[in-house]
């Protein structure tokens, strides 16, 4: 119900006014919104015409990490990004708007909080592609998998589900946990890196994790329904060929899995019974 609830919430915010564009240069970055008026990217501003007339190279729609370096916790990194560019014209202005504030700026690390709001902003204008990629910085800050250690909790893949694991201890990328079974029970169990999927924020008194996770997944589904480019996909040093849609929308579905076990992680962990979202 809460998870229902902030997805319908999200999609009542409305979006921030869009500033009047810039006298438009070659070379420059502008953001273009797609035929069907359901989404925008960016583009890179190509030639420039009589009138409004306009020629843009635009970007390739699947997320990349933030200064195009490192890796995701939850999307789908798929190989060869951006070797196929797709050119568009727009002759009409409102189709074009400028980068928010914060995209210009380059370098310098911030906050997970920071990140989500950022992401949120980009959200709310319809901009998956770069939301999704926000939103994962936000998490490598919170929820890297680095971030777990001996007396903390995780969450790790145990027969195919999202669980629940407490860490005794941790041996050359072998982890040994403890499970709590259905009837109440501990279990002792070894595992690999591989079946970690998070850590657990443990200072998480606004419930920033399971937030950003909706919205990533929120992200996801959008890109399911535009992105039908077939590409090769990267998955733990393995390379495996299929659909971006398949990619995208198993990677929600596991954004969504985290979330609901978060959840229970802090009903069981809070006195309140509810989770204010």
Known sequence: VHIIYFMIKMEHQAAPATPPISPLAVG???????????????????TIGEGNSVSLVRDDLAPVPLGRVGDFLIAPLFLGVGRSVKECESDNPDDLMELLPFEDKNGGETTAEIYKSQGDQLLRISDY?????????AL???ASK??????????????????????DCIDDNQYDVIFMSQDGEEEEATISSKDILCSIWDKDETYLQPRCLLNLSRCLVKLAEFDATTGIVWCHGQTKRTTRQEKYRSSAVLGCSITITLCEYYRESAASPDIPL
Request: charged share 25%.
């Open 28 to 46: 420059s970055t502008v953001r273009i919104r797609d035929g069907s008026g359901k989404f925008k990217c960016r583009a890179i501003v190509a």
């Open 129 to 137: 592609t770069c939301a999704a990629a926000y939103y994962e910085a």
């Open 140 to 142: 490598s800050k919170i």
């Open 146 to 167: 680095s971030n777990v250690s001996i007396g903390g909790s995780c969450i790790a893949r145990r027969n195919g589900d999202a669980v629940i694991a407490d860490v």
